[in-house]
């Protein structure tokens, strides 16, 4: 499955380097297909405005490689969607 999965990051045409430098840092600080990061902090340690870190996270949210994990109502972080209906 994740072999499928990265195939289809690695294959998606409209992903921008920064793209996939949001999407490395969190998939750095994961714990398993999720991870509890604010875009703040993706920003901070990216050192990128919020404005593009926003973009970013569309971005891949919108090419079904990452979905947004929430509780209560809040946002708390992303899950990775990995899952042998997304993978190529």
């Known amino acids: 499955m994740l072999k499928n999965w990265i195939r ?4 998606t045409q409209n ?3 920064e793209d996939y430098r949001v999407l490395l840092l969190l998939l750095s600080e ?10 703040a902090e993706i920003a901070k340690h990216l050192n990128y405005q919020q404005p593009r870190v926003c973009r970013s996270l569309k971005n891949l949210t919108t090419n ?3 979905t947004k994990k929430w509780i209560g109502g809040k946002l708390v972080g992303y899950r990775f969607l990995i899952s042998e209906e997304n993978s190529i």
Request: hydrophobic fraction near 45%.
């Open 8 to 11: 289809k990051v690695a294959l």
């Open 15 to 17: 992903l921008r380097g």
């Open 30 to 39: 994961a714990d398993g297909t999720t991870v509890e990061i604010s875009q």
């Open 64 to 66: 079904k490689i990452i």
